[in-house]
């Protein structure tokens, strides 16, 4: 049901300064772990498609491993292009191991 949380993924599966891909019905989503923090956005670059979670995380800023846009995980918004369009993000809760991402 839209707006609801579901599990997808445990804390141990992504590391800090690791991301992780996982699925939320059609949606691809990028797990970051910043610090202990959780952050999610849409696994597929702006620009041409990059699969994120595949790319480099430094701070709070990811690389998409094509073209090398940039994006903070916090709010998606770009931060250097060649992309020009920022990235969906998803509400996220860790309830003890459980990370959760809100539905839309």
Excluded at 20 to 32: D, Q, Y
Excluded at 59 to 73: E, I, K
């Amino acid at each position: 049901m839209p707006g609801e949380f579901v599990r997808v993924a445990s804390r141990n599966e992504v590391q800090e300064g690791k991301m992780k891909e996982v699925s939320v019905g059609a949606n691809k989503i990028m797990l970051a772990n910043v610090g202990g923090e959780f952050f999610a956005m849409g696994n597929s670059c702006t620009h041409m498609g990059g699969p994120l979670a595949r790319g480099r995380l430094e701070g709070h800023v990811v690389t998409c491993p094509w073209h090398g846009s940039q994006f903070d995980v916090r709010t998606g918004a770009v931060v250097r292009s060649p992309a020009e369009k920022p990235q969906p993000c998803y509400e996220v809760r860790v309830e003890g191991e459980h990370i959760l991402l809100k539905t839309t």
